[in-house]
């Protein structure tokens, strides 16, 4: 089926610093997610992204969280500075449309933050 | 708000086993409900859909029958394989929204 991949797959950095994960949604793909996981917790959503804007994000999504795709290339979520409480797996994932649309995801980014 | 309940935290089964796992919702309109199963180190992957009352949907010998008088979507296989050995999530599309409500999520483990 359609694959979302996302780079690095892991990623481990010290509090404070800047981190950017990437993503590159199924290519006709016209809306994008970020979902956050902690270990042994269930998905939450975070933001989604449509036509270059935000369209919806939870209280989960902070001031030092921002999200963007230049040029169509990689889905991109910046955490800028990053905080203990970020460490978790973050999936990306892309859909055609809203509603019954399923999204795919990719394989996730573990983010530690020491 | 929206919400997704499911019932078993773990199932632990034998080779050609039952599986049912209980998932109920609750919205204040009238969503689609999903099933994802999630293998380890990868993201959750989509097992079927159903968006209307009594609709079921169906994949790999899994089905689902959406319920909105009971508000449930429980899935179900006969005969399971230790192949199916994963985390199973329902999730829930809300009406003319964009994020996926994720149930917590049920690990089946099956033996052979």
């Known amino acids: 089926g359609p694959k979302v991949l996302q780079i690095p797959s892991h990623q481990i950095i010290d509090m404070g610093q800047m981190v950017t994960l990437n993503c590159d949604p199924v290519?006709?793909?016209?809306?994008f997610y970020w979902y956050k996981q902690i270990l042994g917790q269930q998905m939450e959503f975070l933001v989604n992204f449509y036509n270059g804007k935000v369209m919806e994000k939870s209280k989960l999504f902070k001031d030092q969280f921002s999200v963007e795709r230049p040029d169509g290339s990689y889905f991109t979520l910046k955490i800028q500075p990053t905080a203990l409480e970020d460490s978790a797996v973050y999936f990306c994932a892309s859909s055609l449309g809203t509603g019954d649309y399923e999204q795919y995801f990719g394989p996730g980014t573990r983010l530690t933050v020491l | 708000g929206d919400s997704v309940t499911q019932t078993e935290g773990q199932v632990a089964l034998s080779e050609e086993d039952f599986l049912t796992i209980h998932c109920n919702y609750s919205a204040s309109g009238y969503p689609a409900l999903f099933w994802y199963v999630q293998y380890p180190g990868e993201g959750p992957q989509f097992l079927f859909r159903?968006?209307?009352?009594?609709e079921k949907g169906s994949s790999r010998g899994f089905e689902a029958t959406y319920d909105k008088g009971t508000t449930s979507f429980h899935l179900r296989k006969a005969s399971v394989q230790e192949s199916d050995s994963a985390v199973y999530y329902c999730?829930?599309?809300?009406?003319?929204?964009?994020?996926?409500?994720f149930g917590t999520g049920t690990t089946v483990s099956v033996s052979p």
């Open positions: 290519s006709n793909h016209l809306y």
């Open positions: 999730a829930l599309g809300e009406q003319g929204g964009r994020a996926l409500i």
């Open positions: 159903a968006s209307r009352d009594k």
